[in-house]
């Protein structure tokens, strides 16, 4: 809850600052903590919007609760709350009701909807006049840029920014280093956008991390497929080939040593000739696509595996024979001992697969820049004005603050470390203030978490330890502030047991305080219709770049029917009705409806819970889809060009227009519209993006019941008119800035 701003001597004014529930909840919990006696930070109001209009529009729910502690009836209990709290609500409120057994109904004054949202501003200019062509409102065009803040605000439909705004870093995507990104990054890259976009708006500096495993082990298999790749182009030999060498591997992965061997034997044979043939070396500066480096690092993978055990080898350039399946990790070692060529082509690497995965946020409208990647590398490497290896760092800090036998507990966690050795391995145990291991495998046995291996390797726990520290010790913001105060992890709900250990570690440390906020985000799995993880026909991993164009096809398609049926059943009395769209415009909607249809699916089921990816669905005109909330705005907006044929343009937002809320359509969907505070306010506490959808799809339906009940352009009077549009702009503000919050572009018409 917002803290009642200093200025705020009613609470009508008061709502300049915070929401109306939070409002409510203020004035509602001094009057419960008088009732109760107890300080008022400790009163729980428990202010919710009524689930039935009958009730009223918010209730107060504490009463019964409330009584038990007192020993008192519950509705006298809800009696002497009301008789608190009711003088402080004269200026925005009906008289109070008690109903049932003590709950406590609030109906708002049609009065205060009529003013709150009349003073709402006109937008600076219309929508798309900055731009050209009927799809400009809501594109990507990035006007009024905020550095620190990264996404572009052309209206805020009346709502201030946080007073206290807060230093806040979100990761999410995490693609991986030469591979596509599939369906199974699609959640955290467009949730972790949302939240990033909704930090951003309540004005809280936000910086977006895409934290890429870039310094791992895999890395020798990567710079080892790139090579092989190149060398396979220069032989001429095709993409198909490569795949169906790799295949035949695959099924020898549980064959017999000698089976094995003689298969490795003519690849052996040709990867030592072109060892040996310098002029393949000419070929580094060849252009290699992800997808060829993807298939040469699952081949080098796969090779390794079979390779295992055999002493299958190959013959290097000065004629020392190396065992295939050591090569990765030789190659690994070089790289990360400062090797030109291994860091030559590591960077190669690296660059592809980065470029590759901006390629696709930008179609998908997420707002993710290449100076937001901050990968492992950075941890051991250092940035551009450091060369720190934060990773040792980490291990060095790790052994200061628990020691070989364990440190005290630090105050106020209970939460006690030891560092120990475990067969070479540097493997971290935490335990409770009664010396009990604070997490355990299966079988009940302690469970470490390990911080390097015994190669000297360094692990996932490591990496994002080294992350934790630089996040809240040393990240430097535009506002000149160091160090995060809020830290959002965005990842699917198997990595839960990792997070809660690296946390606890963190804690344990000291690294993470009281005065940090840090989150792991969880989500579900897609799943296909068989309510298993979503698969290609073939069983593959369904790729993220043909998903959005099978989406963009399916839109098109979609659009062209009812293009055509249009045109054949035409209402001429229809007053919203459009004319069609050009073949290139048309392209444009379809495109915007498909990658919204995507995101939207996604996005309105709470995230930790599975879904069924559905393309009818999703493409649905009806229901809550992303096509219905487009759809809306778009009508919306066809009442704005009808009224500009038949009596101009009127300004519906002239000091003389007021709000009328007579017909109970206006007064809902007034009050619906007067609701936008408290949902963004509750997506950036709760992090639930699912609530900014159910709030839109709600906001849509009230608009299509007011549009239906109320004549707009047919309105009995002048006045009645200029009101009922007022209404209307205001609702397609508010779409256009809910959808864009979910990274969604609305459209004019469609």
Aim: charged share 25%; glycine share 8%.
């Amino acid at each position: 809850m917002r803290p009642r701003h200093k200025a705020a001597d009613s609470c009508f004014t008061a709502m300049r600052y915070m929401s109306i529930q939070d409002l409510l909840v203020h004035e509602f919990s001094v009057a419960v903590a008088a009732v109760a006696g107890v300080p008022v930070a400790t009163a729980d109001a428990q202010v919710r919007p009524a689930g039935d209009p009958k009730f009223g529009d918010y209730q107060c729910n504490v009463a019964m609760s409330l009584a038990r502690t007192l020993k008192s009836k519950p509705r006298d209990v809800a009696q002497r709350i009301k008789d608190a709290v009711e003088p402080q609500l004269a200026d925005i409120a009906e008289p109070l009701e008690i109903a049932g057994p003590g709950f406590i109904n609030i109906r708002l004054k049609d009065g205060l909807l009529a003013q709150y949202l009349g003073e709402i501003p006109a937008p600076l200019s219309e929508p798309g006049a900055q731009a050209t062509g009927s799809l400009a409102a809501g594109g990507t065009a990035q006007e009024q840029w905020h550095p620190g803040v990264a996404w572009p605000l052309t209206d805020r439909v009346g709502l201030s920014p946080v007073e206290q705004p807060q230093r806040v870093v979100v990761e999410y995507s995490q693609p991986n280093i030469a591979k596509q990104m599939h369906v199974g990054h699609l959640r955290s890259t467009i949730i972790g956008d949302v939240l990033a976009r909704v930090l951003a708006f309540e004005g809280h500096e936000v910086v977006r991390q895409n934290h890429i495993g870039d310094w791992g082990t895999q890395m020798g298999a990567v710079i080892l497929g790139l090579w092989y790749i190149r060398a396979r182009v220069g032989r001429g030999a095709s993409l198909d080939a490569v795949r169906a060498l790799q295949e035949r591997l695959r099924k020898l992965s549980d064959a017999p040593v000698e089976a094995r061997r003689e298969a490795l034997q003519p690849i052996c044979s040709e990867w030592s000739e072109d060892l040996q043939d310098q002029s393949l070396d000419a070929l580094s500066g060849v252009a290699v696509t992800l997808e060829q480096l993807e298939l040469g690092y699952v081949f080098v993978q796969t090779l390794v595996t079979v390779a295992e055990g055999t002493g299958a080898t190959v013959t290097n350039r000065d004629r020392t024979e190396e065992r295939l399946e050591d090569i990765p990790r030789k190659v690994t070692r070089m790289l990360q001992a400062g090797d030109v060529y291994e860091r030559t082509e590591w960077q190669k690497a690296r660059d592809i697969s980065l470029a590759y995965c901006q390629g696709i946020y930008g179609p998908l409208g997420v707002l993710l820049t290449a100076e937001d990647v901050r990968g492992e590398s950075f941890y051991s490497l250092g940035g551009n004005n450091d060369r720190r290896d934060r990773l040792q760092e980490v291990l060095q800090g790790l052994h200061e603050k628990f020691g070989a036998t364990g440190g005290s507990p630090r105050e106020g966690t209970g939460v006690r470390g030891e560092v120990r050795d475990h067969e070479g391995a540097v493997v971290v145990y935490l335990y409770n203030d009664k010396g009990e291991p604070l997490f355990k495998n299966p079988d009940g046995e302690e469970l470490g978490m390990i911080v390097q291996k015994s190669d000297g390797a360094y692990l996932y726990a490591t990496t994002d330890l080294a992350a934790i520290r630089f996040r809240l010790k040393e990240l430097r913001f535009l506002s000149g502030g160091v160090g995060a105060q809020r830290v959002i992890y965005v990842t699917d709900a198997r990595q839960k047991l990792h997070f809660e250990m690296f946390f606890a570690c963190a804690r344990a440390a000291g690294w993470i305080t009281d005065a940090v906020r840090v989150e792991h985000v969880t989500f579900g799995s897609v799943l296909g219709g068989d309510r298993r993880p979503l698969k290609t026909r073939e069983g593959g991993t369904v790729k993220l770049r043909e998903l959005l164009d099978e989406a963009e096809k399916r839109a098109l398609e979609l659009l062209q029917q009812r293009a055509a049926a249009a045109e054949e059943r035409r209402d001429e009395k229809d007053d919203t009705a459009d004319r069609s769209v050009g073949e290139e415009e048309q392209r444009e909607i379809a495109r915007r409806v498909g990658i919204a249809a995507v995101k939207y699916a996604d996005l309105r089921n709470d995230r930790n819970s599975d879904y069924v990816f559905d393309w009818d669905k999703m493409l649905a005109l009806t229901g809550n889809t992303a096509p219905y909330m487009m759809y809306a705005y778009a009508r919306i907006r066809s009442i704005y060009r009808k009224a500009a044929e038949r009596i101009g343009s009127p300004d519906v937002y002239a000091p003389g227009v007021t709000l009328a809320l007579g017909h109970p359509a206006e007064r809902a969907l007034a009050l619906r519209l007067a609701r936008l505070r408290e949902t963004i306010d509750a997506v950036a506490a709760d992090l639930t993006p699912h609530v900014l959808c159910t709030y839109l799809y709600d906001l849509a339906a009230d608009f299509m019941r007011f549009y239906e009940s109320c004549p707009v352009l047919a309105a009995a009077d002048d006045a009645s008119r200029l009101s009922r549009m007022r209404l209307c702009d205001l609702a397609a503000r508010t779409l256009r800035l809910g959808l864009g919050l979910l990274g969604i572009e609305v459209i004019e018409r469609m």
